[in-house]
């Protein structure tokens, strides 16, 4: 049985806390029990916080590729033997179930395996110049990252924001969401095991826009990396113009699924339904809109209800469990709030729609049909377990609903015609397009948004090369 460990900030590779500092309760959504006190920084903190950074991107951008590379590997392989402790932490801390959180660890190990190799192949280029002259490009780590994940993935956010850099030959300053600490410090603890040296990265918490505009502000920072909503994404860019960062802005999505007459009906909802219901729908990648043929409407809508009234709801640490409880009380209110809208402008709801259980933050897996396109549900991103399902005729009307929203995350297909297939590519706007498939995450492919779901890529070498300067030299 894991025990939730005892909660820091490690700045400089020292284990802080205590201290008289701020603290902020973390809750296990299953239960609404307190789980720990996580303190949270002074100024003071995140001063030394940079420093150390300043002091750790000196060390790392001189150190050879291969050494970068062995520490990344050697923290894959303690996160694999941890895999168990740090899934179990997670769980408790953010709700999911343990079959989930096992699984972004083997995402993270697969993450950082990927960039300790693609790490060893960042080249330049040499120019064509005369005699006596030569031109170079060469590719330089950018500086010290600050970095701010949410906590709808404890364990992958993290990773994603400490291997890329880390990879580059960056500092990091990781603030993880303060609603699941233990996971993020987990992961940092692998790397600093690995001979990451303290300096490199740092994990800071605090109240969120007092750490972000600290640290923005920062003439030691030369860029941000943030996942989380399109409004706080917002107004951390205008806080990073101000310092002139760089950034990779991951935001949120509102999923389109177009499914055509011509696919297989139960063999997309096998795929989607499960899909859908991940992590109680708490993804940005999470497919929301279902934009169904008309002749495979009510077979699918059907379908879906009964799969989902069928999902098993429950305490993620618990075997057999499908779906855990939302992560935080906030969702539950934005669930009552926007399926209350939906129903009251005359969507009609097939299962689901209200909290379960008698503790912690459960909410039935819902599916909402024939939704008012001026229902907010079809316009903000429910980040949720809801289902939005509405009967379309024509290709063209299809996609038109599917770029309707300023979002562009992910989107997704099904259809057996392979020209459509082509055109469906080539049309929705969307930095990931998934084509009877919802596999559309890897450790070597982009993850990222166009529009209102931001800019720039995780993962991949666009991943790699985002954590990077170019240079060039030229000499006569
Ligand atoms: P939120 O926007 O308040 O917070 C999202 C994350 O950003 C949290 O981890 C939070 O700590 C962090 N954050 C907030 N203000 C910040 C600031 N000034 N500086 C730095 N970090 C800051 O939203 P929330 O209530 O936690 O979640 C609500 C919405 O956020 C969801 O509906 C969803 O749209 C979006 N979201 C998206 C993702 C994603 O993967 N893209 C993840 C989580 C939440």
């Not at 917002?234 to 806080?239: T, Y």
């Not at 996609?399 to 459509?420: C, H, K, Q």
């Not at 969307?430 to 009877?436: D, E, H, R």
Request: charged share 20%; aromatic share 6%.
């Amino acid at each position: 049985m894991t025990a939730y460990p005892s909660l820091c900030m490690i700045i400089d590779g020292e284990r802080v806390s205590g201290g008289g500092r701020r603290t902020h309760a973390v809750i296990n959504p299953a239960t609404g029990a307190a789980l720990g006190e996580l303190p949270l920084a002074a100024p003071t903190d995140l001063d030394r916080a940079l420093e150390a950074a300043a002091r750790g991107f000196a060390i790392w951008r001189n150190t050879p590729a291969p050494q970068r590379a062995a520490v990344l590997q050697g923290a894959a392989r303690l996160m694999l033997e941890r895999q168990e402790e740090i899934a179990r932490i997670a769980t408790m801390e953010q709700g999911k179930t343990l079959a989930e959180a096992r699984v972004e660890v083997l995402m993270n190990v697969g993450l950082f395996h990927f960039y300790a190799a693609e790490c060893q192949r960042v080249y330049g280029r040499q120019l064509v110049r005369p005699a006596g002259q030569r031109s170079t490009v060469v590719h330089e780590p950018v500086g010290v990252v600050a970095a701010f994940s949410p906590w709808n993935f404890p364990i992958g956010n993290p990773g994603r924001k400490l291997g890329a850099p880390i990879a580059a030959g960056c500092a990091v300053i990781m603030k993880s969401a303060e609603e699941t600490p233990a996971s993020g410090l987990a992961v940092l603890q692998c790397l600093l095991d690995a001979g990451l040296p303290g300096a490199v990265a740092q994990a800071v918490y605090g109240v969120p826009d007092e750490v972000s505009r600290h640290l923005l502000a920062s003439p030691v920072v030369r860029k941000l990396s943030f996942t989380g909503s399109t409004v706080i994404g917002k107004h951390l860019l205008k806080l990073a113009a101000d310092n002139m960062l760089r950034t990779t802005m991951e935001l949120g999505g509102h999923g389109p699924v177009l499914v055509f007459d011509d696919a297989d009906c139960d063999r997309v909802l096998d795929v989607v339904v499960p899909h859908k219901y991940r992590n109680a729908g708490q993804v940005c990648v999470s497919p929301t809109r279902f934009i169904v043929q008309r002749d495979a409407f009510e077979r699918f809508r059907d379908g879906f209800a009964g799969r989902a009234a069928a999902i098993r709801v429950g305490n993620g640490l618990e075997e057999g469990v499908q779906m855990g409880p939302m992560a935080n009380p906030r969702r539950l209110e934005a669930m009552d709030r926007l399926i209350g809208d939906a129903t009251a402008k005359g969507a009609k709801l097939l299962t689901g729609g209200e909290r379960s259980g008698n503790q912690g933050y459960f909410y039935a897996p819902t599916v909402l049909a024939e939704v008012p396109i001026d229902a907010a549900i079809m316009n903000e991103e429910p980040f949720g377990p809801v289902a939005l399902i509405n009967s379309y005729t024509d290709e063209a009307a299809m996609i038109a609903e599917a770029n309707r929203l300023p979002y562009g995350l992910a989107a997704y297909a099904w259809t057996s015609d392979a020209a459509r297939q082509r055109r469906l590519a080539r049309e929705i706007e969307a930095g990931m397009v998934g084509i009877n498939t919802t596999m559309i995450g890897a450790a070597d492919a982009p993850f990222g948004g166009v529009k209102w779901s931001g800019h720039g890529s995780e993962d991949g070498i666009e991943g790699l090369m985002a954590c990077m300067v170019t240079k060039a030299v030229h000499e006569g």
